[in-house]
């Protein structure tokens, strides 16, 4: 060490009194350990410093052997070795070993002492012994430390974020190993050095990298790029490369560059931009929806629902031709309201004609499901190659095809017929939509036949309005009741609705829009058709009514008071979950136990802006969930909170008969909270029921 060769060996014969002074003042004061052994290894003299360092005073080191004075065996060997050494002929000896002790820092460490060892030569040039300096040198120790750990830190940073270093020469060139890249694309050596490394880049990606890294090795600039690299097991994953230029006095000495694995997060991003645009895709259709809920609803006449599908087909769909037909049920034949769209050639379907005519629409109407044909040769497979059909396609220019029954309540009232083009793939997304579209079309067109016919307007579309039949739902039964409350016939605002969803759980809700008429039933309109699309798309009660708010803004009067009750129940396990938008409590009759009202606070009303709750229960086998609307409970005689009370009352007196039966149960109700009452509204019920099932027999 280079502190140490600047201490002269010391020499101790034939010392003047000045040299006496001076060598025992060194002895003595300095900072630096200092011991000198003669040549059977015994300590002659030690200073202060020395001797502090061993945790002896000097005295107690003279005439005594390193394994005497000293306690740790390690430091024994080290002293032993280094006065056999230099009197076995060694010039000097700089020892390895540090030897601890000494002084405390004011950290509390105890110093780390360098050890050189020396040749004391006599007058006659013989070695009469062996000097020993000691030098401190704690804090270049730290350093080196310090600058150890940091390394470690270093490179267990880059095995812990799977990243790959790499160096490369002014050109670019990669001139030294690297066999962690090696070890990922199982290249050679001799095939990774250069610019081997770029045969392991994906093809396509190759050309495109090497003008990246030439282009960064000419202007010195770092390089930063994304590719994909083949791995050993012959697929590709991706690596994010980034190298810097490492300059020194304005001159490129080399390259300094990382590798990291970014496939996670590559595949990450691209899920994630898929997620996005599938959610952004819903949301345009729910828009979409929502505006044709909307225009459909004003729409009061046929000729009126007809324009209005037609604009909705083009800017919502994207069809070239858009066909609405009416089913004449009595003569069974299909009445195209808008024919002249239709072009006038061979094949094409008439403006009238029976249900066994060979085309889309009829067969629509005949097997009540959708007709899709993504291309002229699926058309012909699907109508069997009929002759007319051929010949329809011979002068035609369109090339697909959706067509959708009309239905209401269940029934088929027409079709709709969309027509491209140019071939159409339509998704299942886009199929519910398209669904979903053709029911608000067949309750627009109910509504508009009905209008049309004054005689029979409130009583017909009253009934296209409120299903006729609940869906079947295995490990579940459902009914309905409904009584109008008015003297004369006239549609009221009272309504239910009920249907499964794709997931297997069954919807139900039950709703009451303020006000009798026309108007009040078209509110109930929208709010239902709107409910059934965003149900699809957003099976959760809260996010469904937190849609038909953003509906009611944009589509209903501030004075349009509506309420309902929505809930979504899994037939298997009996759960329900359940949002109220300021409607009454259902209740729950229990097989063998005191009925109950669920005890949650109601949201506000449609249309007023709150966060929409979401309460969860359970309903065991053998009970019934009962919705109803005021009518049942209030009255001019009755206020809503005694009604309840009354409700509540009434239920716990149901006979056990009474209680396994919806459809008794829900008679029972009316009866028992009307009798002795003037009916004065609508009184609408909706049961669920989930019957006990019965162990099958053992065979």
């Not at 010039?91 to 004391?120: C, K, M, T």
């Not at 929505?566 to 729950?588: C, K, M, R, W």
């Not at 309903?619 to 049942?632: R, W």
């Not at 005689?637 to 829900?666: C, F, N």
Request: aromatic fraction near 6%; charge should be negative; include cysteine.
């Amino acid at each position: 060490m280079s502190t140490e060769t600047s201490v002269p060996p010391p020499r101790v014969f034939g010392l003047d009194p000045s040299d006496s002074a001076l060598l025992e003042t060194l002895l003595k004061e300095a900072p630096i350990g200092f011991g000198f052994f003669d040549t059977s290894g015994r300590f002659r003299r030690v200073n202060r410093t020395l001797a502090a360092v061993y945790g002896r005073n000097d005295g107690d080191c003279r005439g005594r052997t390193p394994g005497e004075v000293l306690q740790r065996s390690e430091d024994v060997d080290a002293h032993n070795a280094a006065i056999s050494a230099v009197l076995a002929g060694s010039p000097v000896v700089y020892s390895d070993h540090h030897l601890i002790g000494g002084a405390p820092n004011a950290s509390g460490e105890e110093p780390h002492w360098a050890l050189s060892w020396f040749p004391a030569y006599g007058d006659d040039g013989e070695v009469e012994g062996v000097a020993l300096i000691a030098v401190d040198l704690s804090d270049r120790h730290k350093v080196e430390v310090a600058l150890r750990r940091s390394e470690e830190r270093y490179r267990s940073l880059l095995k812990a974020g799977n990243q790959v270093v790499w160096a490369a020469d002014p050109n670019g060139e990669i001139q030294e190993d690297c066999p962690e890249w090696r070890a990922i694309t199982g290249q050679s050596v001799d095939q990774y050095l250069g610019r081997g490394w770029l045969d392991a880049v994906h093809p396509d990606d190759r050309d495109l990298v090497e003008r990246a890294w030439d282009d960064a090795i000419a202007d010195s600039a770092t390089f930063d790029e994304i590719f994909r690299i083949r791995t050993q097991s012959g697929d590709f994953r991706y690596y994010r490369s980034r190298a810097v230029p490492i300059m020194r006095d304005g001159e490129l000495m080399e390259w300094v560059g990382a590798n990291t694995d970014v496939t996670t997060q590559r595949e990450a991003d691209e899920m994630r931009q898929r997620l996005t645009q599938q959610l952004g895709e819903a949301a345009l259709r729910t828009v979409r929806l929502q505006k044709a809920t909307s225009d459909l609803a004003e729409a009061l006449t046929v000729d009126e629902v007809v324009q209005v599908m037609t604009e909705i087909g083009r800017s919502a769909v994207g069809v070239d031709r858009t066909t609405v037909a009416l089913l004449d049920r009595e003569r069974l034949r299909l009445r195209l309201l808008n024919p002249d769209v239709l072009p006038d050639i061979p094949g094409t379907h008439p403006a009238e004609a029976g249900l066994d005519f060979p085309g889309t629409m009829s067969m629509a109407v005949r097997d009540r499901k959708p007709f899709i044909a993504g291309s002229p040769i699926e058309l012909r497979a699907l109508l069997d190659d009929d002759p007319d059909v051929v010949t329809f396609l011979e002068h035609t220019d369109e090339q697909a095809w959706v067509t959708l029954p009309l239905l209401s309540a269940g029934l088929p009232i027409g079709a709709l017929r969309f027509a491209f083009t140019s071939p159409r793939e339509i998704s299942d997304e886009e199929k519910v939509f398209l669904e979903a579209l053709a029911g608000q079309c067949a309750l627009a067109l109910g509504r508009a036949t009905l209008f049309e016919r004054e005689h029979r307007t409130a009583e017909a579309l009253q009934r296209s309005l409120l299903p006729e039949e609940l869906p079947e739902v295995k490990g579940v039964r459902m009914k309905a009741f409904y009584r109008s409350g008015t003297q004369h016939v006239q549609v009221g605002g009272d309504w239910y609705d009920a249907f499964p969803l794709p997931d297997g759980r069954v919807a139900g809700v039950l709703g009451d829009v303020m006000g009798k008429g026309i108007k009040a039933a078209t509110g109930m309109s929208r709010v239902r058709n709107a409910l059934r699309a965003l149900a699809f798309s957003m099976p959760e009660p809260a996010d469904v009514l937190t849609g038909l708010d953003r509906m009611f803004h944009a589509t209903e009067g501030m004075d349009q008071v509506t309420t309902l009750v929505y809930f979504v129940l899994d037939p298997e396990t009996g759960q329900i979950d359940l949002s109220n938008a300021g409607h009454l409590p259902p209740l729950v009759v229990v097989d063998n136990g005191a009925p109950w009202l669920l005890d949650a606070d109601p949201d506000t009303p449609l249309g007023v802006s709150a966060r929409r709750g979401h309460h969860k229960f359970f309903v065991q086998p053998g009970n019934t969930v009962v919705l109803y609307s005021d009518g049942l409970v209030e009255n001019r005689k009755r206020s809503v909170a005694s009604g309840l009370d009354e409700l509540v009352t009434v239920a716990s007196q149901a006979r056990p008969e009474v209680v396994g039966d919806p459809q008794e149960m829900l008679n029972y109700l009316v009866e028992s909270m009307l009798d002795g009452y003037e009916q004065d509204d609508d009184v609408t019920l909706l049961a669920v029921h989930l019957p006990v099932l019965e162990a099958e027999p053992e065979k």
